[in-house]
């Protein structure tokens, strides 16, 4: 166990936090943000709140949540966002957790379908947590649902090694045009330390066929990738979802650079092609190409800030430095941009 600790903080892109005091522990995020974060977002019951979708939690948040307590070196509020996480969502048999909670309802859980993203955001910050703070039983958790992902949503098809956004619903045994994906499920960073955890050359299969279909997924005028994608033939929008450049796939350039991936026209054409002629960023109608949400919410202008800040060396705007709370989504991505800026690129701030 302790040599896959250090295997896991060596492979970090964290690696600054890894086997450090809390009071030499490296940049991440700052008490002050992480402070006014979980003042709005994090119920006393360790549930990560999305204030925009009705105060429901879902595994994704949870394993934000996860992953931002890590960086903010707050190993109590680590440990109450897995309590809720742990005992509330992982009912499932197989190691995942189910993705939706809804206060609302009882039982609270009404669909145990798992998503992906958030199992992955879940065992990546926990393996993280776990060798930083020495915690074996956040790894072996870690190592449990790395295990449970590969086993069951990490699939070969048409030659491609792929992430299935769910255990159900998206094979091609469940719809006329699947296997059907969300690029952004794939968290790149990530994969590196499930390799470590459940070891398999597909998770380095993943990541590089996650890459070649960002590639060539170039839909409409814009060229932008969907969030929902058939690759049942040649990659298409999926049947039965808006063909959207939408709020999933916001998050795709900046999961990117957090990863260390550098293909700079990718980047440039993903940073293009969300953006408005006044720079505003925005969810995108892949037919037309017009823009039909936009968002000038410093949580989502941070993204292509930080895409700036990595191909040219552009500091980030006043806006992007200073963090304040609005929407669980924004505020999630601003946070995870600044983590990474000042952990990668601190002469951008």
């Not at 105060?55 to 707050?74: F, K």
């Not at 949503?153 to 769910?166: D, E, Y």
């Not at 709020?247 to 054409?269: E, F, H, K, M, T």
């Amino acid at each position: 166990m302790t040599r896959l600790l250090k295997l896991i903080c060596a492979a970090s892109f964290a690696v600054a936090f890894c086997f450090q005091s809390a009071q030499a522990q490296g940049p991440g995020i700052s008490p002050q943000a992480w402070s006014a974060y979980k003042a709005k977002f994090l119920d006393a019951s360790g549930r990560i709140v999305d204030d925009a979708n009705g105060n429901i939690s879902h595994s994704e948040g949870q394993g934000y949540g996860l992953l931002l307590a890590y960086l903010a070196n707050s190993p109590a509020d680590f440990e109450q966002i897995w309590y809720f996480t742990r005992t509330e969502l992982l009912l499932r048999d197989d190691g995942l957790a189910a993705w939706k909670w809804d206060p609302a309802v009882r039982p609270h859980v009404t669909d145990t379908n798992n998503a992906s993203d958030g199992d992955l955001l879940i065992a990546y910050a926990l393996a993280l947590a776990g060798s930083a703070w020495s915690k074996s039983d956040y790894i072996e958790a870690a190592a449990k649902m790395a295990q449970a992902l590969l086993s069951r949503v990490v699939v070969s098809s048409g030659g491609r090694t792929l992430l299935l956004p769910g255990v159900s619903g998206f094979d091609s045994t469940d719809r006329k045009d699947g296997p059907v994906i969300n690029p952004s499920y794939w968290v790149y960073e990530a994969f590196p330390i499930m390799a470590l955890l459940a070891p398999s050359n597909a998770w380095q299969k993943l990541s590089d066929d996650g890459l070649s279909l960002l590639r060539v997924m170039q839909f409409g005028p814009r060229r932008l990738p969907g969030d929902w994608v058939s690759l049942n033939r040649m990659p298409e929008p999926a049947e039965g979802f808006d063909a959207d450049y939408g709020y999933n796939s916001l998050r795709i350039p900046l999961y990117l650079v957090r990863a260390g991936i550098s293909d700079r026209q990718l980047l440039a054409r993903l940073r293009k092609g969300m953006t408005t002629q006044d720079g505003t960023p925005a969810t995108i109608d892949l037919s037309s190409g017009k823009p039909k949400a936009l968002l000038p919410d410093p949580g989502y202008r941070i993204i292509n800030d930080v895409v700036a800040c990595v191909a040219d060396g552009t500091k980030l705007p006043e806006s992007s430095r200073q963090f304040e709370p609005s929407l669980y989504y924004p505020s999630t991505l601003h946070l995870l941009g600044l983590a990474f800026v000042g952990e990668k690129h601190p002469e951008c701030l």
